[in-house]
């Protein structure tokens, strides 16, 4: 209970923020909060048919989520929507669906069932951990999407860490990774080139990439400790303050609500973190705890990217604040996962008893 509190306290946040950054009454404030209410609305069907069906259900389905989810990846690369130089949208209907959000889900399923069925203590293991995961990153790289790419290797860090591998692999995959760091550089597009460069110094681009940041400071910074009040945020209402209701939604919340709204904030966040790891400790199944450290990795790296990059200490990815940010694919995907470790919960609570 106290996980779906502290998750649904953070998505009514999410609405109340969504709300103020589109301007408020009357303006696209409110067609974002709507459309955001709805989709909260549409993923508690698939929340309480999890919990209906259980954990081990859905992990028995693991391999053909996943098929699915490479699937839907392979689709949106030959046939997406193209927003903001990535190719990550499907259109179905009046919704669009970003595939590469549920594919958090299904990685976090099949891996935690691979490497709980094939431990990654030997390097046969280890590897063939890796050579699961691989598809769904490379596919999500090529969009390209590197935020998300980031998102899934972390993920995946997290996976081998909690199902036993030993520190010579994982500090090898750590050395390799680094080493592969120049390389890397030449292969990024230039606009991400340009971010990373205006995350050193924001005055490389100041009316262009760097202008975001900038701007996302001084937003920021103008919260002072109490806030300017609701609705009451010059940076997003004077629209000097891009994606207001997305990337830099901390900014908008930071500067209405002040040091002390930002407190209350992570507060909840700490409660969620906490609630999950309870739960992992106590679930009986380890594929459970590899699961449920999985996707707790996942919200906590995109909630430190988010809050990092609106604050100018950290790269801008595009990353979206789990819960808060305006985003259907982003809400029905986390509220999934919700689902799944309260299911691991309850069930938890029958052994007990």
Same mark, same amino acid.
């Given at each position: 209970?106290?996980?779906? =509190?502290? +998750?649904?306290?953070?998505?009514?946040?999410?609405?109340?923020? *969504?709300?103020?950054?589109?301007?408020?009454?009357?303006?696209?404030?409110?067609m974002f909060a709507a459309k955001q209410f709805v989709w909260t609305g549409i993923s508690m069907i698939p929340f309480f048919?999890?919990?209906? /069906?259980?954990?081990?259900?859905?992990?028995?389905?693991?391999?053909?989520?996943?098929?699915?989810?490479?699937?839907?990846?392979?689709?949106?690369?030959?046939?997406?929507?193209?927003?903001?130089? +990535?190719?990550?949208?499907?259109? *179905? %209907?009046?919704?669009?669906?970003?595939?590469?959000?549920? %594919? #958090?889900?299904?990685?976090?399923?099949?891996?935690?069932?691979?490497?709980?069925?094939?431990?990654?203590?030997?390097?046969?293991?280890?590897?063939? %951990?890796?050579?699961?995961?691989?598809? +769904?990153?490379?596919l999500v790289l090529l969009q390209p999407d590197l935020g998300s790419t980031l998102v899934y290797c972390?993920?995946?860090?997290?996976?081998? *860490?909690?199902?036993?591998?030993?520190?010579?692999?994982?500090?090898?995959?750590?050395?390799?990774?680094?080493?592969?760091?120049?390389?890397?550089?030449?292969?990024?597009?230039?606009?991400? #080139?340009?971010?990373?460069?205006? @995350?050193?110094?924001?005055?490389?681009?100041?009316?262009?990439?760097?202008?975001?940041?900038?701007?996302?400071?001084?937003?920021?910074?103008?919260?002072?400790?109490?806030?300017? %009040?609701?609705?009451?945020?010059?940076?997003? #209402?004077?629209?000097?303050?891009?994606?207001?209701?997305?990337?830099?939604? @901390?900014?908008?919340?930071?500067?209405?609500?002040?040091?002390?709204?930002?407190?209350?904030? =992570?507060?909840?966040?700490?409660?969620?973190?906490?609630?999950?790891?309870?739960?992992?400790? #106590?679930? /009986?199944?380890?594929?459970?705890?590899?699961?449920?450290?999985?996707?707790?990795?996942?919200?906590?790296?995109?909630?430190?990217?988010?809050?990092?990059?609106?604050?100018?200490?950290?790269?801008?990815?595009?990353?979206?604040?789990?819960?808060?940010?305006?985003?259907?694919?982003?809400?029905? +995907?986390?509220?999934?996962?919700?689902?799944?470790?309260?299911?691991?919960? =309850?069930?938890?609570?029958?052994?007990?008893?």
């Open positions: 209970m106290l996980l779906f =509190l502290s +998750a649904f306290a953070l998505i009514a946040i999410g609405l109340v923020v *969504i709300y103020s950054a589109g301007g408020g009454p009357g303006t696209r404030g409110s048919i999890i919990l209906g /069906k259980g954990f081990s259900k859905l992990m028995e389905w693991s391999y053909m989520i996943y098929f699915i989810s490479l699937t839907l990846l392979v689709v949106v690369l030959v046939s997406g929507a193209s927003v903001k130089g +990535a190719q990550s949208w499907l259109s *179905i %209907g009046p919704f669009h669906l970003q595939p590469s959000e549920i %594919g #958090k889900i299904s990685l976090a399923l099949v891996l935690s069932r691979h490497l709980c069925r094939y431990p990654p203590n030997t390097l046969s293991g280890f590897l063939g %951990g890796l050579a699961v995961a691989a598809p +769904a990153a490379f972390f993920m995946v860090f997290i996976a081998l *860490i909690t199902s036993g591998t030993p520190w010579r692999y994982t500090g090898t995959l750590i050395a390799c990774s680094l080493g592969m760091l120049p390389i890397a550089w030449n292969f990024l597009k230039g606009y991400q #080139k340009l971010r990373l460069m205006v @995350f050193l110094n924001p005055a490389v681009d100041p009316l262009g990439a760097g202008y975001n940041v900038i701007q996302s400071r001084i937003a920021v910074g103008s919260g002072g400790f109490l806030g300017k %009040g609701f609705l009451q945020g010059l940076q997003s #209402k004077l629209h000097f303050l891009p994606e207001p209701h997305t990337d830099f939604i @901390f900014s908008v919340f930071a500067e209405e609500f002040g040091f002390l709204g930002t407190v209350f904030l =992570l507060a909840i966040f700490g409660l969620l973190f906490c609630r999950m790891i309870s739960i992992a400790i #106590k679930a /009986k199944d380890q594929r459970a705890k590899v699961f449920i450290s999985m996707v707790a990795g996942w919200i906590w790296f995109q909630t430190v990217e988010s809050i990092g990059m609106s604050m100018g200490i950290l790269p801008v990815t595009g990353l979206p604040l789990p819960f808060v940010s305006y985003g259907g694919s982003s809400l029905l +995907a986390i509220i999934i996962a919700i689902g799944l470790i309260s299911s691991v919960g =309850l069930s938890s609570v029958k052994m007990y008893e």
